[in-house]
T-cell receptor, first 116, second 108 residues
Framework: NAGVTQTPKFRILKIGQSMTLQCTQDMNHNYMYWYRQDPGMGLKLIYYSVGAGITDKGEVPNGYNVSRSTTEDFPLRLELAAPSQTSVYFC???????????????FGAGSRLTVL | RKEVEQDPGPFNVPEGATVAFNCTYSNSASQSFFWYRQDCRKEPKLLMSVYSSGNEDGRFTAQLNRASQYISLLIRDSKLSDSATYLCVVNRDDKIIFGKGTRLHILP
C-alpha cells in the first residue's frame, strides 16, 4: 500500500526559480491538503481540495498554486521561489466526512525545500 | 488569536509519570477533533480522535469540552517511546487546522 507519495524528498532552489511538488494518493480519498511546516512550528494549511476540479485557499496560500485534475493527484506549484518558502511541505489526504472522528488524514513523508 | 492554541512546552517528565496536554480552539463551528503525534523529521500520524463523551486508548485519554472549546490529552505511565511532538487538530468545514504542537521529552 503506497498511501500518499510525495516527490521530490529534497530540493534546493534559487530565488526566482519555479518548481512543482508532486503528491499522489492511491486510497481514493476525495480530500487532499498541502501544509508547510517551518522549524519548531506547527503545520500551516496552504491549499486544500475536496474533489477533482475543486481547490480552495488555506491559511497561507500566497506564493503557491494548486490544481486537482484527478482524484489521485494534487500538485503544488511555487512560481517565484523566495527564501521565506524554505520549509518542509506535507501533502495529506482524507475521506472528508464531517462525522465525529472522521476525516483522519494520511500524510506523505514530506518534501524538504530550501530556497537560496 | 490563533484558531488552535496549545501549551508551548517542552514538557520534560520522568518515565512513568502522567502528563496532560491542553488545547483550545476559537471557532465554535469546529466539528471534529484529533490528536496527532509527530516524531522528529517525520510526518504527523493520528494518535486518536476526540469524542464529546471522552475516549480512551490504552494509556491515552482524550477529552472534549465543547462549551469551553477545550481539548485535552492525558498520557499515563509514560514511556521513553512517548517522546514526540503532540499536535492538536481541529476540523472546521473542509479545513483541517493544526496547533503548533507541544514537545514531550520522557526522561529515563
Amino acid at each position: 500500500n503506497a498511501g500518499v507519495t510525495q516527490t521530490p524528498k529534497f530540493r534546493i532552489l534559487k530565488i526566482g526559480q519555479s518548481m512543482t511538488l508532486q503528491c499522489t494518493q492511491d486510497m481514493n480519498h476525495n480530500y487532499m491538503y498541502w501544509y508547510r511546516q517551518d522549524p519548531g512550528m506547527g503545520l500551516k494549511l496552504i491549499y486544500y481540495s475536496v474533489g477533482a476540479g475543486i481547490t480552495d485557499k488555506g491559511e497561507v496560500p500566497n506564493g503557491y498554486n494548486v490544481s486537482r485534475s484527478t482524484t489521485e493527484d494534487f500538485p503544488l506549484r511555487l512560481e517565484l521561489a523566495a527564501p521565506s518558502q524554505t520549509s518542509v511541505y506535507f501533502c495529506a489526504s482524507g475521506l472528508g466526512t464531517s462525522a465525529p472522528g472522521a476525516n483522519v488524514l494520511t500524510f506523505g513523508a514530506g518534501s524538504r525545500l530550501t530556497v537560496l | 488569536r490563533k484558531e488552535v492554541e496549545q501549551d508551548p512546552g517542552p514538557f520534560n517528565v520522568p518515565e512513568g509519570a502522567t502528563v496532560a496536554f491542553n488545547c483550545t480552539y476559537s471557532n465554535s463551528a469546529s466539528q471534529s477533533f484529533f490528536w496527532y503525534r509527530q516524531d522528529c523529521r517525520k510526518e504527523p500520524k493520528l494518535l486518536m480522535s476526540v469524542y464529546s463523551s471522552g475516549n480512551e486508548d490504552g494509556r491515552f485519554t482524550a477529552q472534549l469540552n465543547r462549551a469551553s472549546q477545550y481539548i485535552s490529552l492525558l498520557i499515563r505511565d509514560s514511556k521513553l517511546s512517548d517522546s514526540a511532538t503532540y499536535l492538536c487538530v481541529v476540523n472546521r468545514d473542509d479545513k483541517i487546522i493544526f496547533g503548533k504542537g507541544t514537545r514531550l521529552h520522557i526522561l529515563p
